[in-house]
């Protein structure tokens, strides 16, 4: 079982594990390492997907794949097991990892297994063999939704999600505070950057801070769940072809986001950031099909992190009733110019070059505006 | 004059450039126009440059471009001018539409002209020449930036901006509310949209509803503007080459793009979806560039449009402090397939054709960390 | 049986078919729909998948499988079955066609089906197989290694040819002349290009020429033939994640390729080039794997087909012992510029402009190198 | 002046220059560098501008200039200058090549000077010019044509070729024998790779071999030479946004891009490859347009590097009658796997798989066309 900041009683499934019959037990605290191995580089990245779905489920797969090969190679295991379902991206970012990192491993992958999943229908046929057979469950009947945490987010799906019309249910999120009640004064906080991942973040008005990747990210769920950040409803396209319909909150990760893209426009180059920002939509769909384990995800990691040298400084931002406005941004490393871009200073700069630049620019439109017979004019 | 939605005394314009000795004065109401001809195919791109500016000026000057050199013909006019400074990329803009669209004209930039810019090194010396010369000006001194104001949006940026780090004053911001004082209860909207454009909002608590391109969207702005929607302070890169920081207000695209967002996932194909991604990053770039008449330009539009075919629907969301939460969707021309997705209902998917999916996708990964020597695991 | 321009026996072909009891035997000639509706295309799209393979064989499957579905359909088949490998890439190309074009069919798929493959390990069991049934079959042993014949290329693969060290034997070829036997004299074409596409193509020399698709193409086939043109060795990768090493000649293809490049290039804006060069290298790659009928191939066709509508003009090449050479061209919709462009004559063109455009494109380069500390001069 | 290996009198140069007054002249030898900090770099990414030029004339510019910067910087000098004409790219390589690693440095361009330019419209007026200066100058009449030669290529334009229909003269070409005349044998060569780059080349029937840079680059241009290997004629598109008509031989070069793709493909993943490819034309572009030293060509040489640490090995080829034809290669990095792809060895693989591969790859298809009533099936 893997730690991964969610809230879970890990004595109590330590126990239950142990009464049920399994000879070995094994509850790793892999958070620290979630953070830096996994969500560090997603920040690098600003990886998301499709626009919009920050990769809080996509990102920990991986991270606990890694850990459950570690044991079962060092266990002599030859099996692997996981509880995801047959339909979604789940199966196949644990799966990939367990491939990857150990090729002639053997996967058990129950909902997929035909006399598995045509005996168990549903919940009702799970909870009646758990009772035959002495198994604990909750008495208390779940939320009728899926839902899946960790330290970076929360994902809600399935049951009455999956009717993309309906509106989810006030009391559906766990992690963030419904905006319309969140606090009527905004805290705001200097996140400070080197090499692309935060690596200090102070509240300014209450002179707090955090300096360990666990800590900082901690912290930025906290101040971030407070003040309701990061919610969103979407629909999305899994690997597997299908539309589905999700539900994450993402408080700390969305914190980040903006802070990053911010300190990483004020450092890095233009051109630079056009090719990696392309980089970085492969990185979010690679990570969001199950391929962190691949050569060319490794490659592309390299790519992101090579071109986060330079991305350092500090960026200042108020979190405030849903939503992250940054305020301003320093660093010592900014290719911003106050001189040379001003209104009021010339700076080394010659206006006229500009005429020859668009000059230059217009050879190409003229040529083809003319050929064309100036249709293009409406009137 | 362009009338493009900025809040102006166009009849005091007219009087004054009469006074002026202008032989003739064109103010023309572009605002449909610049709604239906620009704001729309950026809806349809959801173009952003650099991950977040929504190019609401950019789109702006095309729309002026072509106006001014469809009347410069119309009267013969063989220069047109205008007033940008030789440092930004409205220069570039206004001039490529010029030179694309009406390739033989001469253009008068005076802040690049020496003998201008020489004489005038500033604000004051301006103000004098036009007291010598009974030239009225504004006798209040301005606000300590420079803005540019139109129906999408209003752009700060120079002046005491200029300095990345220092925070935005409060009173800066004239389009939007501050979130602070914003109303304590959401307003409820429903986007209509037909081959990705909107074709009529519906202020759900309200039964109000509009049906114009530009009702639309000025009531988009009314209720985004409302809830202090679509507030961004960043540093961006200028095609010619500088860092600059400007901050920006655009409530009613803010809306339109996360509305657009989700209906276009919705209904769009997966793989289309990254294809046009990738188009609508490029549209972004051409556009803030200046290149909207362009062959290239043109082309990417041609293929956006094509790809919006099918985007049409409907989308809930609420707009509440700042932020613009979706809440459902609905399309008879969405690839979302309930059945197909439901966790509870196996529809016509086999999940054992899952296995076979991933060890496909698994054996080039076994084959290259095999080779490897597996030196990725860790512990 | 798709007569897709192979070299075949289809009278006898049909007799067997017969013979061994086949109901109904549809052999339909697909020669001019494989040139207008697949060829053509992927001629447009200047269509190279991992900077080498034509995809004479990618292409013809989508079109065999196109011929399937309708007849299945027609006489309602519920079954439709294909001999590919469980290896290879056909059997997705086909299939994937299938379920595009008629979702709710089955597919045999003998190689994947445990119980024929573990009964037939190899050749010798289907030759015992076929002997005991009164199966004929061809009594001369084959060549050791797999083909692919059509009207585009023939392809050859497995068995000899597996080891990617061994040369391919100088007999294999037999669509081209080994380029040291072919004539030592170059024949000299002109082809003729509307909308991207060849209209007419005419042997310079000889004064002879074609004008139909199928006839223009069989042409070019020819004189490719004859000059050794479009031999290649490769190793690709195919898309369930192997390399596989094939060699294939494709005459008519190539020359094609070389023209079309040439007069695209010739009639085409710059930019609108770049972005077409993009959706070529997706459209080669969905083609390879498969997905000609997909919703983001019908829409890359749809965008490179947009491009293609001034490319036309007339080029003229020599081909020579497995050499195309371009040896010029002519078109009315050129944006070539033959005054513009002049080192003699100076056009509608200032120099100076070229300094502006330099110094404003040297801005963000200025300014990197001053912050590197000028670290990247060497000496 | 450059030593880059072009055919010139050095000697001469320089007692010209000295004549004609020169305090200092600087004659520097720079082939082995041009050869491993600049070909080697384009080898490496497959660099070919808009599918067809090797880049013989681009690459060599930052090499020239930088050493002309470090000559100036360490004689204090302020200036530099250059031959090159106003509408060309090479202005533009030399100057930004100046700007990016001395930003100060001013740039004298006498073809953009208009006092200079004025004065000397064509030929003739410098020819007076020489004569009535006693400046040296070559009586017999140049080519009509212009011409720049370096150790990777010549390049020619102008003149008689400004016609883009008009055929090159049999003559022109100085590098390269004609096809027509060159030797009726093969000579078959083994190039071997490590990081991407050729470490040694064999003849393989003369037993002999080269293996430092510059001897292996002389080598493959002596043998493609010879052998009329690597000639074309293409309009291009300039960065200046014109088009103009060049021909270029390139003998060597084309040999080694030929035998990079195949060790490559041979030796990197596939997607890496894919993602690489993108990054090799992204790389083209910049060299081509004068941005080899920029903060965004460091940067994508770098990826591009990390990407070839795998590629090694040998691959066999042989020259012949314009064309280079690989014939086979080996490599102990090979992700090649023989077994695995055999048609007559199962290997580590099961058929069956592939059927979920496809039905899965099938989901969305069918969908879509269910959706859309099947419209795609014609017949």
């Not at 969500?39 to 779905?53: L, M, S, T």
């Not at 990185?283 to 490794?298: I, R, T």
């Amino acid at each position: 079982m893997a730690n991964i900041g969610q809230d879970e009683d890990f004595a109590a499934a330590q126990k239950k594990a142990e009464k049920l019959g399994a000879k070995k037990v094994f509850i790793e605290d892999l958070r620290s390492e979630f953070v830096e191995d996994f969500i560090w580089p997603a920040v690098q990245a600003n990886a998301v997907y499709e626009d919009r779905y920050l990769l809080g489920t996509a990102v920990a797969r991986p991270c606990i794949g890694r850990s459950q090969v570690a044991i079962a190679r060092r266990e002599g295991a030859q099996f692997v097991s996981h509880g995801a379902t047959g339909k979604g991206n789940d199966q196949i970012r644990f799966e990939l990892t367990c491939y990857a990192l150990y090729p002639e491993v053997k996967i058990i992958a129950p909902w997929r297994v035909p006399e598995f999943y045509n005996r168990f229908k549903g919940r009702i046929d799970l909870m009646d063999y758990a009772q035959k057979h002495g198994i604990p469950v909750p008495v208390t009947p779940q939320a009728p939704w899926s839902m899946d945490a960790n330290l970076m987010h929360i994902s809600y799906e399935s049951g009455i999600l999956e009717n993309p019309k309906s509106n989810a249910p006030a009391d559906l999120y766990l992690m963030t505070k419904n905006p319309e009640d969140s606090p009527n004064t905004p805290d705001v906080l200097e996140i400070e950057f080197s090499k692309g991942v935060p690596v200090k973040v102070t509240n300014v008005k209450e002179s707090t801070s955090k300096d360990s990747p666990l800590d900082i990210f901690s912290y930025l769920n906290e101040i971030g769940g407070k003040h309701g950040v990061g919610r969103i409803d979407i629909v999305e396209n899994r690997f597997i072809g299908m539309k589905s319909r999700g539900i994450y909150e993402t408080p700390g990760g969305t914190i980040l986001l903006q802070a990053h893209l911010d300190i990483e426009t004020f450092t890095m180059d233009k051109e630079v950031r056009r090719i990696k920002q392309g980089l970085g939509i492969k990185f979010a769909e690679l990570v969001y099909n199950g391929f962190w384990y691949s050569p060319e995800c490794d490659f592309v990691r390299h790519c992101i992190d090579k071109s986060q040298e330079n991305v350092e400084g500090k960026v200042q931002l108020s979190v405030f009733k849903g939503q992250v406005y940054i305020m301003g941004r320093e660093s010592t490393k900014s290719l911003y110019n106050e001189e040379l871009v001003s209104m009021d200073v010339q700076g080394d700069y010659d206006p006229c070059d500009a005429s020859g630049f668009i000059k230059i620019n217009a050879v190409r439109l003229r040529e083809h505006h003319r050929l064309q017979g100036l249709s293009s004019v409406k009137k």
